[in-house]
């Protein structure tokens, strides 16, 4: 299959889906995405854009209204479920909540396109099983009950069993909900190695976004006026991230390259100090709602050290010795 | 990360060969023991050879214990069979045949032609033998069939249809009830007496059909057990591992409703076999692999039918009780302790 170019074209695609009472629901439309082997994919957009409709189209789970996918340059209508089933894999958010089902199983599901009618795996089949649990790191696990595992384990079974089915394509909805932030940076982590490596094409939708804009190669987004696909980087540049959300008071700090809530100031600080205690002195100062000034005029004045901090007003001088107890004068007193 | 056990198994081949000589053990009992005891020696004399063999005995071995037994047999294994693709399909451990209203389809057939119909025709019911009467069951359950068939390749959600067969269920009740309300006192009990259940009136002529019928359910149940199997996982999955979701939610649905309406048909609704014998099986056999299941829902369904059948002839007396309150004792016990013992028992997936 690896010989094949597995490109992924969406053309002028629309998607949506069918109301109760028969009408079409347009959600996204206009959409010109594309992904090559290797790449790894992050679709964003806020919650409802439609992310999962149009992963689950691109999965060929649903028809579209119009436009086109072409995989390698054929029409994914004209490739059977069968076949698709050899080129995409697909994780989903649903829960696999299944009682007696082992680890090991849970990924041998992976092989069910290439077994015979009775789905007896062979000795390849089990070696391959083998393989993607190893990549996975889930060693170990493969006897355990897909019921008694933490969310992030399950969430690589899950991956895993993708890796079984041994596609050119992988598509994710949401890999790393429900995770911590650890366990979020190794699924990513997993997927760019994947991607990198084995020269898969990863399509993944997620809400990570500080995460994504360091990890995947690509951005596909979608807002609502307009859509855009390119490096994280050039999004950036081209203020797109921006326009991710509707919401005033949520806006992408392209310095920090971290998104910010935007908040009313109580008052001007201004800070001295340098390294790390200036860093996060900032950093809670801004959390709080405060500006943060340079030269002009102030109405706090605070010196960050290593482990005190000074505070200098009009009428008074204060120190404290954690950023909490700074803090929680200044809430006092402001 | 929570601490997890690893499954303790006892090997699948060991549990298989310890069902099969319980399964053997229940079935010369249930030929054995009922109103009149029979001696282990007449079985084997009526069974084997033609000389030396009481007359009566053999008579009531071959023409109604041995057709019994088998019927005993082919009811466990077609309602547990049918419970089983039920539960997977709609991936709801209350799920069976019950649910999507086939049995409440059998139920309608027969009510319409023992109560709608003149007492003049009603009593020639009972006369003519059975066969009417599970002619028109089949006709009322296949019907259901056809209805849930239909529903499905135009409604994609699996809990829309499970939802009408409810519905349906409810309406077929109701029906039944009027029915029931205008019918006369004769009528009335012959109906009654159907509801219970019963596998000693399947004759052997009876039993020509009821056996291929069975055997072609299972077989198309042998032919779904990987999609079974994908089904576990939930459609999305199963879809995205190349089944074709409606042909083979067709194919298991034809399964299904040839399993319990066959039975039903013959035997009257015979209720919680279907959801009960799964849940055994899969805390005996501790997996979710239906190539397993399906052989071992097969042959734990034979045994507890045989078991309910000794139960119910109350070995040494004249009297019999209905099957379907055997059953139902049998089963809900064990669905009560299902429940209790295993939270998660409200998902199977």
């Known amino acids: ?334 | 990360m929570k601490e997890s056990v690893p499954h303790k198994k006892l090997p699948v081949p060991l549990i298989f060969s310890l069902l099969g000589i319980l399964f053997v053990l229940l079935f010369v009992a249930d030929i054995l023991l009922g109103s009149i005891i029979i001696p282990v020696k007449e079985v084997f004399h009526s069974l084997f050879s033609t000389s030396e063999t009481n007359e009566t005995y053999r008579t009531i071995i071959l023409s109604f214990r041995l057709p019994k037994a088998l019927t005993a047999i082919m009811t466990g294994a077609a309602l547990s069979l049918s419970g089983l693709q039920m539960q997977t399909v709609f991936r709801n451990p209350l799920a069976g045949p019950y649910v999507l209203g086939i049995s409440a389809g059998a139920s309608l057939g027969v009510a319409l032609f023992v109560l709608g119909f003149s007492s003049v025709l009603a009593a020639g019911v009972f006369t003519t033998g059975a066969w009417p009467l599970a002619l028109v069951a089949w006709a009322g359950s296949f019907l259901v069939m056809l209805l849930v068939l239909f529903v499905s390749m135009k409604v994609n959600d699996i809990m829309t249809i499970l939802i009408l067969g409810i519905l349906f269920t409810s309406a077929v009740s109701a029906i039944v009830s009027i029915l029931q309300y205008f019918s006369n006192e004769s009528m009335l009990k012959a109906f009654i007496v159907w509801t219970m259940g019963s596998l000693g009136n399947v004759t052997k002529a009876q039993l020509s059909v009821l056996a291929p019928a069975i055997l072609a359910g299972i077989l198309l149940a042998f032919l779904k057990i990987k999609d079974l199997n994908a089904f576990l996982l939930g459609e999305n999955y199963a879809r995205s591992l190349g089944v074709s979701i409606k042909s083979s939610r067709i194919i298991i649905f034809l399964s299904t409703s040839l399993l319990a309406g066959t039975i039903t048909a013959f035997c009257g609704p015979i209720g919680f076999i279907g959801i009960a014998v799964p849940h055994i099986c899969r805390v005996i056999f501790k997996t979710a692999n239906h190539l397993i299941l399906v052989p071992a829902v097969i042959l734990t369904g034979s045994i507890v039918m045989l078991f309910s059948d000794i139960v119910s002839q109350l070995p040494g007396m004249q009297t019999t009780l209905p099957i379907n309150s055997v059953t139902a004792l049998i089963g809900i016990p064990v669905i009560i302790w299902m429940i209790v013992k295993n939270k998660k028992f409200v998902s199977v997936s």
Not at chain 1, 176 to 203: C, G, M, P, R
Not at chain 1, 253 to 260: L, P, Q, S, W, Y
Not at chain 1, 281 to 294: E, H, P, S
């Open chain 1, 1 to 334: 299959m690896s010989e094949n170019n597995f490109n992924i074209e969406l053309q002028q695609l629309s998607v949506g889906y069918e109301q109760p009472g028969g009408n079409p629901l347009e959600i996204l439309k206009a959409i010109n995405f594309s992904a090559t082997p290797g790449e790894m994919v992050a679709l964003i957009g806020s919650n409802g854009i439609g992310k999962s409709t149009l992963l689950r189209t691109l999965a060929g789970f649903q028809p579209w209204f119009s436009g086109n996918i072409q995989i390698s340059g054929r029409n994914l209508k004209n490739i059977s479920s069968k076949e698709v089933a050899r080129i995409m894999s697909f994780v989903s958010t649903e829960n696999v909540r299944v009682p007696n089902l082992s680890v090991f199983d849970l990924v041998a599901y992976g092989r069910f396109p290439y077994t015979n009618w009775i789905g007896m795996l062979s000795e390849q089949d089990k070696s391959v099983v083998d393989e993607a649990i190893k990549n996975v790191g889930l060693r170990g696990f493969e006897n355990r009950p897909v019921m008694q595992i933490s969310d992030g384990e399950r969430q690589r079974a899950m991956i895993a069993r993708a890796l079984a089915q041994d596609t050119p394509v992988i598509i994710l909805d949401e890999p790393t909900a429900y995770l911590d932030v650890s366990n979020k940076y190794e699924i990513f982590h997993l997927l760019q190695v994947l991607a990198n490596e084995k020269k898969k094409t990863i399509i993944l939708s997620t809400h990570d976004l500080n995460i994504a804009l360091r990890e995947v190669d690509k951005l596909w987004i979608a807002t609502d006026s307009g859509n855009y696909q390119g490096a994280p980087e050039d999004a950036v540049l081209q203020g797109w991230l921006n326009q991710l959300f509707k919401n005033d008071h949520v806006g992408f700090d392209a310095n920090e390259g971290e998104f910010f809530f935007k908040k009313e100031f109580k008052a001007k600080v201004k800070v001295e100090g340098e390294g790390l205690p200036l860093t996060w002195t900032l950093r809670a100062l801004n959390r709080k709602g405060y500006q943060i000034v340079m030269q002009a005029e102030h109405d706090y004045r605070v010196v960050a050290n290593e482990n005190s901090w000074e505070l200098n007003s009009k009428s008074n001088q204060k120190t404290f010795g954690s950023v909490y107890q700074l803090l929680t004068f200044l809430e006092k007193h402001c």
